[in-house]
C-alpha cells in the first residue's frame, strides 16, 4: 500500500508547476551549499558536483519555461479586468508585462546555455532579464503593500461591530466570516510579501545591487521555491483525507 506523502509527490512530480518548483529548491540549495563549502575550504571534489548540478538544473528550468511569455501576456490581459481599483489592476498588469519580458530574456539564456548559439552580448541579456524580473518582483511587492492596507481598512470597519457582539456575547455569523476571511487575505497577502522581499535579493544581485553574497542569495531562493510548493502540496495532500 503507497502512502499518502508517496502519493502525493507522484502526483506534485507530475505537474510542471510541482517539478518546477523541486528542481527551484535544489537549484538554488545547491547554490547556498556551493558557496559555503567553497567558504570554508571544502575540496573540490564536493564543490564541483554542486556547482555542476546548479548549472545543469538552471538550464533544465530555463528550457520548461519556454513559452511561458505567451501565460503572462495572457495574465496581463486578465489583469487588466481582475479589479476595479485603477492602482491595484495597474501593478498587477505591469507585473505580468515584466514577467513576460523576462521569460523572454530567459528563454534567450537558454540558447545560449545550451550552445544553440552564442551570443556575444550574453552577459547584457542576462543583466536586462534581471532587471524584468526585478521590475516585475517590485510591482507585485508595491501591490502586496497597497492590498495590506486595504485589508486592514476593511478590517477597521468591521471592528467596532466585533467589539459591540463581543461585549453582548452575540457575535453574528456574518460578522465572524468576514472577519475570518479578511484575516485569510491578509496571512495570503503577508506570505506573498515576503516571498516576494526575498525573491527580489536574486535579481538585485545579479544587479550588484547589495552584496550579501551567493549564500544568502542562495537560501532566499530555496526558501522562495518551498514556499512557492507548500500550496499545491497541501491541496493535493488534503485531497486524501
Not at 575540496?43 to 538550464?59: D, T, W, Y
Not at 520548461?64 to 489592476?89: E, H
Not at 476593511?154 to 461591530?161: A, T
Request: with cysteine; charged share 20%; hydrophobic share 45%.
Amino acid at each position: 500500500m503507497v502512502s499518502p506523502i508517496v502519493k502525493t509527490y507522484m502526483q506534485f512530480a507530475a505537474t510542471t508547476m510541482g517539478r518546477d518548483k523541486a528542481y527551484r529548491f535544489v537549484q538554488y540549495f545547491c547554490r547556498f551549499l556551493s558557496y559555503y563549502a567553497m567558504k570554508y575550504g571544502a575540496p573540490k571534489a564536493i564543490v564541483q558536483p554542486l556547482n555542476a548540478l546548479k548549472a545543469s538544473i538552471g538550464l533544465t528550468r530555463k528550457l520548461m519555461r519556454i513559452g511561458k511569455p505567451i501565460d503572462f501576456i495572457v495574465g496581463a490581459k486578465q489583469a487588466m479586468k481582475s479589479t476595479p481599483d485603477d492602482l491595484l489592476r495597474l501593478l498587477r498588469t505591469v507585473k505580468q508585462v515584466f514577467m513576460a519580458l523576462y521569460m523572454c530574456s530567459d528563454s534567450l539564456q537558454w540558447v545560449h546555455g545550451a550552445n544553440v548559439y552564442k551570443f556575444r552580448n550574453h552577459a547584457t541579456i542576462v543583466r536586462i532579464g534581471a532587471k524584468f524580473w526585478l521590475t516585475a518582483l517590485a510591482c507585485s511587492w508595491l501591490a502586496g503593500i497597497y492590498q495590506l492596507y486595504e485589508n486592514r481598512v476593511r478590517y477597521s470597519s468591521i471592528s467596532p461591530r466585533l467589539m459591540i457582539f463581543k461585549d453582548r456575547q452575540q457575535q453574528t455569523d456574518e460578522i465572524l466570516l468576514e472577519a475570518q476571511t479578511i484575516s485569510s487575505e491578509r496571512h495570503l497577502i503577508m506570505r506573498q510579501l515576503i516571498q516576494d522581499s526575498l525573491d527580489i535579493l536574486i535579481p538585485s544581485h545579479t544587479l550588484l545591487y547589495h552584496n550579501l553574497g551567493e549564500g544568502i542569495v542562495g537560501l532566499a531562493g530555496a526558501i522562495t521555491a518551498f514556499m512557492g510548493g507548500q500550496p499545491q502540496w497541501f491541496k493535493l495532500y488534503n485531497a486524501k483525507f
